[in-house]
Nanobody, 126 residues
Framework: VQLEESGGGLVQPGGSLRLSCIVS????????MGWFRQAPGKEREGVAA???????SYADSVKGRFTISKDNDKNTLYLQMNSLQPEDTAMYYC?????????????????????WGQGTQVTVSL
């Protein structure tokens, strides 16, 4: 199983970015995916998750600003990030696992999700 993120970069406060994560080789059609981030000196935190039913879960800090979506035909997970703030600066990772409880995966999956991408850096600064 391989996950490959892209779309990170440098953006000014208030700007937008869209992250993508292409999944290949997953042995099942149904699996849960999520976006996690880790800033220097901080623990990894769950940002958003997307399960087999298309249900979503978001961290309170990104609700109303970030949108997670998935294109099953392209095996690609997206994270549309709007109204970015300096506190959103972090390395962003996508992760996948066998289908789990959605909120549990988003909240704790950073500690035990089975498959991970290499990460893409998002920097929000003037």
């Amino acid at each position: 199983v391989q996950l490959e993120e892209s779309g990170g970069g440098l953006v000014q406060p208030g700007g937008s970015l869209r992250l993508s994560c292409i999944v290949s080789g997953y042995p099942y059609n149904c699996y849960i995916m999520g976006w996690f981030r880790q800033a220097p000196g901080k623990e990894r935190e769950g940002v958003a998750a997307y399960d087999c039913d298309g249900d979503t879960s978001y961290a309170d800090s990104v609700k109303g600003r970030f949108t997670i979506s998935k294109d099953n035909d392209k095996n690609t997970l997206y994270l549309q990030m709007n109204s970015l703030q300096p506190e959103d600066t972090a390395m962003y990772y996508c992760a996948a696992d066998h289908n789990r409880v959605l909120d549990l995966f988003r909240r704790d999956g950073g500690n035990w999700a089975k498959y991970w991408g290499q990460g893409t850096q998002v920097t929000v600064s003037l």
